[in-house]
């Protein structure tokens, strides 16, 4: 495993890190992640060097506001000495906090069900433009620094979904140690992007990323033309391969997070990983996946990542499921295929989980990390397929 220096935390990340949003399930319930498969994948990756483990408290919840099963689990799969060997990265959940007393209460509460007495890398999770203000009112930087000098955490950084103006304007707020923003060769210049990465390490911060499969679309979404493009070069890779190398070759990143949840995942990082060097592509390399984004931009119809955070709907709507299938239309299918592809989502997703159910509400648009227009696109969806 190769290691980065972590800005100026002083500390030393491995390249690769273990995201805990999407973990092995047992079934349907977010909830119910399969622990046993689970541990093994994360001892897997511990064992062969990741240090950096990345969770949230909502994570595997049912609702944004509650705490999911992801800090618990990582409290059981850290003993027996694996605690020792890992960095801890989670999130207050800042959409939440209404008084200074809610902070305290929900990291005491996150020291709890971690089963740790320090957070090594603590963030606010999710800033934009709808919680910055209130957590400035609320004086979050007091509650970072106690909580440093109290030494429940150790370093102090956010999280971020929003537009370049507003990151500069958070990097520059406070004393930071680092930030966890979204990067992909398709992301470059979405929400921070490259500009804000290079803002973020040039002022010392660590930078963590996320995201750097676009929630998997660029490992398994992959059209054949861009299929055909990676085929054709020299160096024969996987489409993830190509896109976490892309990620890596940047110097200022840090650590890229990846939700493995399968042993052939780990397995296929780690061996990427071992290669995970700054500047390792060279110019034609680089305009492969530059090539590579076009053809996707061309097709991709909704940014969404599944990323969840827009679940549950009050409605019901499965919001990811359906954007998940519409995509998959223009990535793959044809007019010919489109009979197919209404089959499918009629199958696969139960009339009451449909885009026809919104109501409009707009909360799911109020957690969206990628901004889309939730209501506007379920009633694309909708033509489309009903």
């Given at each position: 495993?190769?290691?980065?220096?972590?800005?100026?935390?002083?500390?030393?990340?491995?390249?690769?890190?273990?995201?805990?949003?999407?973990?092995?399930?047992?079934?349907?319930?977010?909830?119910?992640?399969?622990?046993?498969?689970?541990?093994?994948?994360?001892?897997?990756?511990?064992?062969?060097?990741?240090?950096?483990?990345?969770?949230?408290?909502?994570?595997?919840?049912?609702?944004?506001?509650?705490?999911?099963?992801?800090?618990?689990?990582?409290?059981?799969?850290?003993?027996?000495?694996?605690?020792?060997?890992?960095?801890?990265?989670?999130?207050?959940?800042?959409?939440?906090?209404?008084?200074?007393?809610?902070?305290?209460?929900?990291?005491?509460?996150?020291?709890?069900?971690?089963?740790?007495?320090?957070?090594?890398?603590?963030?606010?999770?999710?800033?934009?433009?709808?919680?910055?203000?209130?957590?400035?009112?609320?004086?979050?930087?007091?509650?970072?620094?106690?909580?440093?000098?109290?030494?429940?955490?150790?370093?102090?950084?956010?999280?971020?979904?929003?537009r370049i103006e507003l990151f500069k304007e958070v990097v520059d707020h406070y004393d930071w140690s680092f930030c966890?923003?979204?990067?992909?060769?398709?992301?470059?210049?979405?929400?921070?992007?490259?500009?804000?990465?290079?803002?973020?390490?040039?002022?010392?911060?660590?930078?963590?990323?996320?995201?750097?499969?676009?929630?998997?679309?660029?490992?398994?979404?992959?059209?054949?033309?861009?299929?055909?493009?990676?085929?054709?070069?020299?160096?024969?890779?996987?489409?993830?391969?190509?896109?976490?190398?892309?990620?890596?070759?940047?110097?200022?990143?840090?650590?890229?997070?990846?939700?493995?949840?399968?042993?052939?995942?780990?397995?296929?990082?780690?061996?990427?990983?071992?290669?995970?060097?700054?500047?390792?592509?060279?110019?034609?390399?680089?305009?492969?996946?530059?090539?590579?984004?076009?053809?996707?931009?061309?097709?991709?119809?909704?940014?969404?990542?599944?990323?969840?955070?827009?679940?549950?709907?009050?409605?019901?709507?499965?919001?990811?499921?359906?954007?998940?299938?519409?995509?998959?239309?223009?990535?793959?299918?044809?007019?010919?295929?489109?009979?197919?592809?209404?089959?499918?989502?009629?199958?696969?997703?139960?009339?009451?989980?449909?885009?026809?159910?919104?109501?409009?509400?707009?909360?799911?648009?109020?957690?969206?990390?990628?901004?889309?227009?939730?209501?506007?696109?379920?009633?694309?969806?909708?033509?489309?397929?009903?």
């Amino acid at each position: 495993m190769l290691y980065r220096d972590f800005g100026k935390t002083k500390e030393k990340v491995s390249a690769l890190g273990f995201g805990c949003m999407r973990l092995p399930l047992k079934g349907d319930n977010p909830q119910d992640i399969d622990e046993k498969t689970a541990i093994n994948l994360l001892h897997s990756a511990i064992d062969q060097g990741v240090n950096y483990i990345d969770t949230a408290y909502p994570y595997h919840g049912i609702s944004m506001d509650q705490g999911g099963a992801s800090e618990p689990f990582l409290a059981k799969a850290l003993k027996d000495g694996y605690r020792e060997k890992v960095k801890i990265a989670t999130k207050l959940p800042s959409w939440a906090v209404e008084t200074r007393e809610d902070m305290e209460k929900f990291l005491n509460e996150q020291l709890k069900r971690l089963e740790t007495d320090c957070i090594d890398f603590y963030m606010m999770h999710g800033i934009n433009k709808n919680n910055w203000g209130n957590l400035k009112e609320l004086e979050f930087e007091e509650f970072l620094d106690e909580a440093i000098a109290d030494g429940r955490i150790k370093h102090a950084g956010f999280s971020f979904h929003d537009r370049i103006e507003l990151f500069k304007e958070v990097v520059d707020h406070y004393d930071w140690s680092f930030c966890t923003i979204q990067l992909n060769y398709l992301d470059d210049e979405y929400q921070a992007g490259e500009e804000g990465m290079e803002y973020a390490s040039a002022r010392g911060l660590g930078v963590a990323v996320m995201e750097p499969l676009k929630g998997g679309q660029l490992a398994n979404n992959v059209p054949a033309e861009v299929k055909e493009l990676f085929n054709g070069a020299e160096a024969k890779r996987s489409p993830a391969e190509w896109a976490l190398r892309w990620v890596w070759n940047h110097p200022e990143v840090s650590v890229v997070l990846s939700g493995m949840n399968t042993p052939e995942q780990v397995e296929e990082n780690l061996e990427i990983a071992k290669e995970a060097h700054s500047h390792m592509l060279t110019d034609h390399e680089l305009n492969i996946t530059e090539q590579a984004k076009s053809i996707f931009e061309k097709k991709v119809k909704i940014n969404c990542t599944n990323c969840g955070y827009c679940l549950p709907c009050p409605t019901g709507v499965n919001i990811p499921e359906n954007f998940a299938k519409y995509n998959d239309y223009f990535l793959f299918g044809s007019s010919e295929m489109k009979d197919f592809y209404k089959f499918n989502y009629h199958s696969f997703i139960p009339e009451h989980e449909h885009a026809a159910v919104c109501s409009e509400c707009g909360i799911c648009e109020e957690h969206c990390p990628q901004g889309i227009n939730i209501i506007q696109e379920l009633k694309e969806v909708k033509d489309f397929f009903e």
